[in-house]
């Protein structure tokens, strides 16, 4: 069975602290009212917003995980992908291509794959935006700062993640590719 208990909370201005002579005066003026505590309003704001504090904590874990979740599997797409091209590198090396080419061959592929994902964010969460308005907080639905910096930075570490495939297509040693197989 749930019970609720309302509190009564009481807010006080004053230019200096006076805690202990409020608690007195109450006690004098009503003896059998009892004072849990008295605490600077500071001290009452931050109270007051720890339910969504938390949510905000909560949220933002969850978005980290997100964030590392999509970082580890383009690295792992790209480091199969590339694995099982090493024979294609090695051919286009053995004809002429540079370490330069075959990294920005890759990289190249990988920010096409990227583009499309953010694209696809991006009018998902344009229209989503409405619908999640009244869960935000000092920020608009359609606000132009996240819907620029959000995909600029899922970009930056798509990218950032397919570096060290990209590194190691440059280094394939394209006699020992051809051999291979």
């Not at 061959?105 to 694209?119: D, K, M, Y």
């Not at 935000?136 to 930075?153: N, Q």
């Amino acid at each position: 069975k749930q019970q609720y208990r309302s509190r009564l909370t009481f807010v006080v201005r004053a230019s200096s602290p006076i805690a202990s002579e409020l608690r007195a005066e109450l006690h004098r003026s009503y003896p059998d009212l009892a004072i849990i505590d008295l605490v600077p309003f500071s001290e009452q704001l931050r109270r007051s917003f720890t339910d969504q504090r938390m949510n905000a904590d909560i949220a933002s874990s969850f978005g980290a995980l997100g964030l590392l979740l999509a970082a580890t599997g383009i690295f792992s797409v790209m480091t199969y992908t590339d694995s099982r091209r090493r024979r294609e590198f090695g051919i286009r090396q053995a004809l002429g291509g540079t370490a330069r080419d075959m990294s920005r061959h890759v990289l190249r592929e990988t920010g096409r794959l990227i583009a499309s994902g953010v694209v696809i964010g991006l009018v998902a969460a344009w229209a989503m935006a409405k619908i999640l308005a009244g869960v935000l907080y000092g920020v608009g639905a359609h606000d132009p700062v996240t819907f620029v910096a959000v995909p600029a930075v899922l970009a930056a570490i798509g990218l950032t993640a397919a570096w060290l495939p990209a590194r190691r297509a440059a280094q394939v040693d394209p006699i020992t590719a051809l051999r291979e197989e």
